[in-house]
């Protein structure tokens, strides 16, 4: 008889953890699957969203205590080394993946989740409930959620549809990113373009700056796959970059690197798992709000497989419920954001939105806002 659990979870980031706390608490029993060991670096932006705030306070991140930089203001840089500055209509706070993943699972094994960690889920198959195996081993669930992020052997072994589409001009970028001390104020984020990609750069907890950039992979691939080699010939053509990275000091240990990113549709559940965060679709880094996406489709999530779990729902409803609930509240800041990617994947285009702002910087509110949610 194999092990068996009301909630099955794979992968341990964000929206994985924030589930697998919300779940336990209902008092569902829940086994959630990382891959990796805590705590740990991840590619990722490291700005959030205020509209988070209160949600992470409530699964008892305790955000007060840890002295985080409040971001209320974006500096926008062209190719050409133009510039818009604006304040931003909600903000966000600066955090690493590695404090805040860290904390989250501690406030999940303390929920009393069965934390799987340097574990990987090889299958997961659904016959009126589902039976994960993993490293020769195999447990049974009720309900299952993957939060295994942008891109895993799951996506893979599903066949999912967004992997077909080879040479869509949204897919395969590469994503690098550092952890540096610099000179750069506490309360802006930068958003830098470049030929081909664009680098973001904000504070983070202590005296810690996350910079991150994400651009083709056609990029890396002209310069051999060497990073620094692409970064002194593309992204210091943006004065601002260059000086960036001239007068910064990385931390040890980085960068750390990830690859073949898509920013493509995808299914929100598959084979009767819903998909959460990145692995149900993932806006692009620029509009700076996939961390709250990710926690929101948390909540949803768990709201409605606690119903389903207490038998209020069905599965059917349960998955189209979710369905439904993850378009209303995501579809159009994703498409949002895909648009908004068109202009900053040219240097032309770029440098003209930027200068736009510049000229009318009434219109950069809407835009902004349009990537933004509200509290949840």
């Known amino acids: 008889m194999l092990p068996k659990y009301d909630v099955a979870i794979i992968g341990g980031g964000l929206a994985g953890l924030a589930a697998s706390i919300q779940l336990s608490t ?3 029993s829940v086994i959630l699957f990382e891959k990796e060991s805590y705590p740990f670096h991840k590619v990722c932006g490291e700005y959030i969203s205020l509209e988070s705030w209160d949600f992470l306070a409530s699964l008892g991140v305790p955000l007060d205590d840890l002295q985080l930089p409040i971001i209320d203001t974006l500096f926008l840089t062209a190719p050409n080394g133009r510039s818009f500055t604006t304040k931003l209509p909600l903000g966000g706070f600066g955090i690493s993946r ?21 574990t990987k889920v090889d299958d997961v198959v659904f016959n009126n409930g589902f039976t994960i195996h993993f490293q020769d081993n195999a447990i049974t669930a ?21 992997l077909q589409e080879k040479s869509h001009r949204l897919n395969n970028y590469v994503g ?3 952890h540096v001390k610099t000179a750069w104020k506490e309360n802006v984020i930068g958003l830098h373009n470049f030929k081909n990609g664009y680098c973001g750069i904000s504070k983070i907890e202590e005296d810690k700056y996350c910079l991150c950039y994400m651009t083709k992979a ?45 920013f493509s549709k995808k299914r929100k559940v598959e084979n009767g798992v819903l998909m959460l965060g ?30 389903f779990l207490q038998q ?19 579809a159009a800041r994703l498409k949002t954001g ?14 003209f939105f930027v200068s736009s702002f510049k000229a009318f910087p009434f219109l950069a509110k809407p835009v902004i806002k349009q990537t933004h949610g509200q509290p949840f």
């Not at 295994?148 to 549809?161: A, P, Q």
């Not at 409803?317 to 609930?325: A, I, P, R, S, W």
């Open 176 to 178: 690098i990113k550092y």
């Open 142 to 162: 009720s309900a299952c959620c993957s939060a295994h992020g942008k891109r895993s052997n799951l996506d893979v072994k599903w066949s999912r549809s967004f």
């Open 26 to 28: 209902k008092g569902h």
């Open 312 to 330: 209020r729902i069905t599965r059917n409803e349960l998955e189209n419920q979710y369905t439904l609930q993850w378009e209303k509240h995501f």
């Open 98 to 118: 590695y404090l805040l993943d860290d904390t989250l699972a501690q406030i999940a094994i303390k929920s009393g989740v069965h934390l799987m960690q340097k």
């Open 278 to 307: 990145d692995a149900a679709g993932m806006i692009t880094p620029l509009c700076g709000n996939g961390m709250s996406i990710a926690l929101h489709t948390s909540k949803i999530a768990a709201s409605l497989t606690d119903a």
């Open 218 to 262: 056609e990029n890396l691939k002209v310069h051999s796959g060497n990073i620094e080699q692409m970064q002194e010939q593309v992204l210091f053509q943006n004065p601002h970059l260059k000086k960036i990275f001239t007068e910064s000091e990385v931390l040890e240990n980085f960068p750390v690197t990830i690859s073949q990113i898509s």
């Open 338 to 351: 895909r648009i908004i990617q068109t202009f900053f994947g040219s240097t032309s285009l770029s440098n």
